[in-house]
């Protein structure tokens, strides 16, 4: 039997599908940290690669073995604390949406309101994981291919709120798709790698012509390699993308412009005003995974 046709559990009441739900609802708690966290780093690491050049012109250093000027926040350690007044969550408080329900939303610190975002990323980890579970099943391909699509969620999140998407989230969204690829996947790895450079090269050359000819960019490199990876994704399949990617593009547009969002610490700094295409993009991503799992497609 291959690895990702193992089962995490097997021969027991379909109750135990609980605890993969779980999972999902765990990882939705840890990337709701990441969202919270990664803006502050992108602004630290922004800082520093301008503080670093500065440095180097002034002091005209021919090495490059040297520490950073700015010091680097870090995006996984640190216990979670209270947004507000900042008192470290014990665990016993700190379980996916059971706490943010008994605590009715509240900081038992401070009984200040917690945003409604901390549920929300539990909740569609939860939801992803037991749709899987009903339909590949709770395998460790499974488990890898929720994986996959909570990080394309994360993408779209950080920008739709901060105006970015980090390159970190994209080269791990790559290694988890090849990885699906080597399993039981709808397409092999030869596969998934050609759609993922047709899909990046089909968006980014046309967009780039039409940049330097209005002499204004549009879509940037992030949207093109969250294309790309949601070709080697989905393969042959992501051609019916165009479908419902130009009305999601089209509501983000109207969203964005009545002021739904509310814009994040990164994109007010830098001044990002653009419509993000990442919710869009990931938002097709996903129905195009549903059909595709339950046969649909």
């Known amino acids: 039997m291959a690895l990702f046709d193992l089962p995490l559990y097997e021969g027991l009441p379909l109750g135990y599908t609980v605890f993969f739900v779980l999972i999902g609802a765990v990882i939705g708690s840890f990337f709701n940290v990441l969202a919270l966290r990664w803006p502050a780093y992108q602004i630290a690491k922004n800082d520093g690669e301008a503080a670093l050049w500065m440095w180097l012109r002034d002091s005209k250093r021919q090495s490059l073995k040297f520490k950073s000027p700015v ?57 992803i994981f037991a749709s899987i579970a009903m339909t590949v099943g709770p395998s460790m391909y499974g488990l ?38 080597m399993g039981p996947h709808w397409i092999n790895v030869s596969q998934s790698f050609a759609f993922h450079m047709t899909s990046f ?11 330097l000819v209005r002499g204004q960019d549009g879509m940037g490199y992030a949207d093109f390699h969250l294309i790309g990876l949601c070709g080697a994704l989905l393969g042959p399949k992501i051609g019916w993308m165009v479908i419902p990617v130009i009305p999601l593009l089209i509501a ?13 610490l990164f994109v007010s700094i ?3 005003s653009g419509v993000p295409a990442g919710p869009a993009i990931v938002l097709s991503a996903l129905g195009i995974t549903a059909l595709i799992v339950t046969g649909v497609l």
């Open 71 to 127: 010091e680097m926040p870090s995006l996984m350690s640190g216990r979670s604390h209270c947004p507000h007044c900042n008192t470290p969550i014990p665990l016993y408080l700190n379980i996916p949406i059971v706490s943010w329900l008994m605590l009715r939303g509240k900081s038992l610190c401070c009984s200040r309101p917690i945003k409604f975002q901390y549920l929300a990323f539990e909740l569609i980890g939860a939801i």
């Open 201 to 211: 090269f089909a968006i980014m050359i046309p967009f780039k012509l039409i940049s």
């Open 144 to 181: 890898v291919l929720g994986c996959a699509l909570m990080v394309l969620c994360l993408a779209a999140w950080i920008d739709a709120t901060e105006g970015f998407i980090p390159d970190g989230l994209l080269f791990s969204g790559l290694i988890l798709v090849y990885t699906l690829a």
């Open 270 to 272: 830098v001044g990002e």
């Open 252 to 264: 983000t547009f109207f969203v964005y412009k009545s002021g739904l969002i509310n814009r994040g």
